[in-house]
């Protein structure tokens, strides 16, 4: 298995980075590498992927300390390696590293503090092709828990009857001290008399029976920006299910599904369409009717233009925001099917003097196959 580059090369910043230095250079390598602007090329769909990996690391406090920790120290950077890595310390020198063991233990298994947002509600939208290309104004419904507007989300009644937990101090986690032969250690675990949420409630509230949340309808108005896609995600704060411990809402997240088209299809912000010309606007030249996102214009084609022809019209793509890309037209060369006499006459009249040397595709096969099986091979 290939190894992995170390988080901060990726996003390019030093180790001793802010995080608003994180976030910049994370926001500046979304918008070189996002997939939209890479239709099919894995190598950037992967750069994607580990800048997106590396700010999910180092932009969490924890996380990146624990991180930071298995750099400097790879015995015992990971839960897996901590075995092997006592070796190496007396037990003296061992006890010294309890506040370290503080922070990389807060973020494991069942010592970690209680995360007490509430939980990410996801949801797909469905979005006409205009509507996905062009931008629209949506309004969602769907159903949550909220947190509950009599006691303000705390569970308890008024949003006052309770107290602060005595155990914790109101911290919701308290610290156990363990002596070992291999020194001290310091564990951060849950609070077991407010089970984490740092209040003791001594009065449930009437309205959710204590739960902190209500189960709601909710509405919520989104402005999508025109160049959304199915790899597309939006993330509303705040508008996922409450928590059950008092705390902050979970967020809500939306995905799309963008529905075909009858005329147009897209690559990230190519746009294309396949049209149908007639065989004698083709084959003499002429101006066709091309549609757009906004309307039809007129297009100049070539005499002797073939079937699977391509023009490219820069500009008329989709619009994004790190630009507008091109409308890719594909042309169609259409045969009548049906020709009344006079037609007919007209048409063989008009190829009476025209031979092979008319048709570039057709002589290069009669060529081909006379070389194959001789002489006049392809009149016969």
């Known amino acids: 298995m290939a190894e992995k580059r170390n988080y901060y090369e990726v996003l390019g910043v030093k180790k001793d980075a802010t995080e608003e230095e994180i976030k910049a250079a994370y926001k500046k390598l979304v918008k070189l590498y996002h997939p939209d602007l890479h239709p099919g090329d894995e190598a950037a769909a992967e750069k994607f ?58 973020g494991f298994g069942g010592t970690a503090q209680r995360d007490t947002a509430g939980e990410d509600i996801r949801i797909q939208v469905s979005l006409s092709f205009m509507d996905a290309a062009k931008g629209c104004h949506r309004e969602i419904t769907y159903m949550r828990n909220e947190p509950c507007p009599a006691c303000r989300g705390t569970g308890a009644k008024n949003g006052t009857a309770y107290k602060t937990c005595q155990k914790c101090g109101g911290k919701g986690q308290v610290r156990l001290v363990q002596e070992t032969m291999f020194g001290r250690t310091v564990r951060v675990g849950i609070c077991p008399d407010c089970g984490g949420r740092g209040k003791i409630v001594t009065d449930k509230c009437p309205d959710c029976k204590g739960r902190g949340s209500v189960r709601r309808e909710t509405k919520v108005a989104v402005d999508l920006p025109a160049g959304v896609d199915t790899s597309s995600m939006m993330r509303k704060r705040g508008y996922g299910q409450a928590s059950t411990e008092g705390g902050a ?122 070389a194959l099986y001789g002489k006049d091979a392809y009149k016969k």
Not at 55 to 72: F, G, H, M, P, T
Not at 296 to 307: H, L, M, V
């Open 49 to 106: 992927k580990e800048i997106n990996e590396a700010n999910e690391v180092l932009s969490d406090k924890q996380k990146r300390a624990a991180y930071d920790y298995e750099q400097e120290h790879p015995g015992m950077g990971g839960m897996g390696g901590m075995g092997s890595g006592f070796g190496g310390f007396s037990g003296a020198g061992f006890s010294g590293f309890g506040d370290i063991f503080d922070t990389i233990f807060s």
């Open 249 to 370: 809402p979970g967020d809500l997240i939306i995905t799309f599904r963008i529905e075909p088209h009858k005329i147009f299809r897209r690559e990230g912000m190519e746009l294309y369409v396949d049209l149908p010309v007639p065989f004698l606007t083709a084959a003499l030249g002429g101006t066709v009717r091309v549609p757009d996102l906004d309307d039809a214009f007129d297009y100049k084609i070539p005499e002797g233009t073939q079937s699977g022809t391509e023009f490219t019209v820069r500009g008329k793509g989709i619009k994004g925001r790190t630009g507008t890309g091109s409308l890719h037209i594909r042309v169609q060369v259409e045969v009548p099917t049906r020709l009344t006499k006079e037609q007919r006459k007209a048409l063989e009249a008009a190829a009476e003097g025209m031979d092979l040397s008319n048709y570039d595709r057709s002589k290069r096969y009669a060529d081909n196959l006379s």
